[in-house]
């Protein structure tokens, strides 16, 4: 197995000067002074670069007119080193341990009326910087930042398309681990080497629930061993070198099933994941999506028994907007990527589900992910 290189490409700095202009326009068309951006996937999304959070302050200010400056402890700046910041247009404020660096901040606003913070920026430096920013309202940079990131370019549909063959490639490869007699854990072991193996720099995440687990959507690994005849639902993911995250679930069956009720269910299943993808295309809402699922499910009685939205969007992060869910009247634009997970559980007994990730075309949606649909049947 090659293990691929950990090298991060960043998108070219001609990208991430366009993305920093429409973060701009998106602050002053939100009435924002300025947009604070914290280490993490909105930084890493501005500049290439996520970066780390820590008790002393780094936050890239972006004023809704004006330049935009990184505001970084001076020890943790040589992290910094490959953000092309003289092409970006960007200005870097090191500060020492002594400064305050909250009043660096608000020294560069003057006096704003409005600021928008990450949505993940630490409490102690939201609080100290209320306590600097004076009279200043304090909002959330997510809705802005969102009406960014949820519409993808061609180098992120590229890489969502990279990190889709890379899980698809390990699922191929689950017969090899999972049989009766192993435990969800020894499984799980195996698929988070293989995520690495093929492609991936972490595994962020390896559900595997058998039996009355499967039931359980957001079940991890245990100790139970698995039985010929159980329902495995595998449910896997992590982020490519690039940032982007792969995401995708089939359901396998250890040898035939123990459940007299398992292939009638799974084909409503089948049949709902099929509807929603095929709901997909610019224009419909992000809860018509969902509601094509949930209609097939719940006609054929099983409503009760999905019990989640049906996706979330992914990008640099697993779990991002747009969410496929009932009230949210979001009109699909080309370029937004998503889960399509609808799932049937039945506690106690076994649960099914399948997820593709589809991104939004002219005219309808592709999908990423390119393994069978159908339950896979194990050699037991
Ligand atoms: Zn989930
Ligand atoms: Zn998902
Ligand atoms: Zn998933």
Known sequence: MSRRSLHTPAPDAAALRARLDRARAAAAAASTDALLIAPGSDLRYLLGQAGGSFERLTTLVVPADGTPALVVPKLEAP??????????????????????????????????GRVAVSDFTPALHVLALRAALGDAEQTLAGPVVRELRMRKDAAEIASLREAGAAIDRVHARVHEWLRPGRTEAEVGADIAAAIVEEGHVQADFVIV???????SPHHDVSERVIEKGDVVVVDIGGPLPAGYNSDSTRTYAVGTPRDADVAETYAVLQRAQAAAVAAVKP?????AVDAAARDVIAEAGFGEYFIHRTGHGIGLDVHEEPYIIAGNALPLEPGMAFSVEPGIYQPGRWGARIEDIVVVTADGAESVNNQPHELVVLDA
Not at 82 to 88: C, E, G, M, Q
Not at 209 to 215: D, I, K, L
Not at 283 to 287: F, K, L, M, S, W
């Open 283 to 287: 224009g419909v809402t992000a809860e």
């Open 209 to 215: 629930g058998s039996g009355p687990n499967g039931a």
């Open 79 to 112: 992290g910094y080193a490959d953000v092309p910041t003289d092409d970006l247009g960007v200005e870097l404020l090191t500060w020492v341990d002594g400064d305050d660096p909250y009043k660096l901040v608000a020294d560069r606003l003057g006096k704003p």
